[in-house]
């Protein structure tokens, strides 16, 4: 997780984030830091293992608060760095923070996709791909930000298998990111297939979920808009399965969907308010999961 030092509304990313609105600016950074060390420290009450990266001043990341757009990990020791659609994101990818983990865990290999940026195609990271860790799945909603052909170079260097469809918000605008109408969990998927307006597409995507045995639950639009697909599964120290979420995202969930959810994980939130208004993020956009082996 990185600590952010100048979070703010970032203009550049406002044309395609829908979920992102342009709130009273006074005291942002200061609002969204608070947020920020509440939500480390409500993770690491419940037995997570939090890695804190503090941001700098310089360069200007008004978005380094998301990390997992810009890397991701894995559990052979690789590591994916990403092609970044708003030049002030590109400047969030920073090596030193990989050479700092490999100091705990084994970095056995770097494969740098940025230069797709030269293309002008993109593809940010977990974001863009909702990952199937198990079955080597890549779900992907087509956008401006995730390209087809870049998917496919991930796909080839890392073994996984891409699951690509488009998928729009209740306005029928594009979606910007998987993570946000979609959470793969070890047994479940939460998902606003509703948003995939293409029948065939969507029947595509629901029997490829069918067939890994995960059990689907199903969010409507007004939930996803509230980051209730914005969620990420994660194993505390005692292997316990928690599934981290806004507390926005909570509150729109019903009860049934609520129950179910709580027969595979226990649920863990935190208030985002300020960091969900002006980033268009939520609580899984702050995690890069780290999956590299342990030294």
């Known amino acids: 997780m990185i600590r952010p030092v100048d979070f703010k509304f970032n203009e550049q990313t406002a044309g395609d984030n829908k979920f992102q609105i342009a709130g009273e600016q006074a005291d942002v950074q200061q609002k969204a830091l608070a947020e920020f060390d509440g939500f480390v420290n409500i993770l690491r009450d419940n037995g997570v293992d939090v890695t804190v990266v503090n941001d700098t001043l310089a360069p200007e990341t008004p978005d380094s608060i998301f990390p997992n757009n810009w890397v991701s990990f894995h559990d052979d020791g690789s590591v994916f760095l990403y092609p970044m659609h708003s030049p002030n994101r590109r400047l969030e990818r920073r090596k030193d923070i990989i050479e700092e983990l490999g100091k705990r865990f084994e970095v056995n290999h770097i494969s740098d996709l940025s230069f797709f940026e030269q293309q002008n195609a993109f593809l940010e990271g977990t974001g863009s791909m909702v990952l199937d860790r198990e079955n080597k799945i ?39 990111h998987t993570n946000v109408m979609m959470c793969v969990a070890e047994k479940y998927v939460v998902i606003c297939s509703e948003s995939i307006a293409d029948e065939h597409e969507r029947d595509y995507v629901l029997n490829e979920i069918k067939i890994t045995e995960k059990e689907i639950i199903e969010i409507g639009f007004e939930q996803m808009n509230h980051f209730a697909g914005n969620m990420l599964e994660v194993k505390n120290k005692n292997g316990e399965s928690l599934l981290i979420m806004s507390q926005q995202a909570l509150k729109s969930l019903h009860g049934t969907q609520i129950t179910k959810l709580e027969t595979f994980s226990r649920i863990v939130t935190a208030p985002l308010y300020t960091i969900e208004q002006n980033g268009g993020g939520s609580a899984r956009c702050m995690l890069a999961e780290v999956h590299l082996p342990l030294k």
């Open 138 to 176: 890549a779900y992907a909603c087509i956008s401006v930000r995730t390209d087809a052909e870049a998917l496919r170079n991930f796909c080839m260097l890392s073994g996984y298998r891409a699951v690509s469809f488009h998928a729009t918000d209740q306005n029928h605008y594009p979606i910007y």
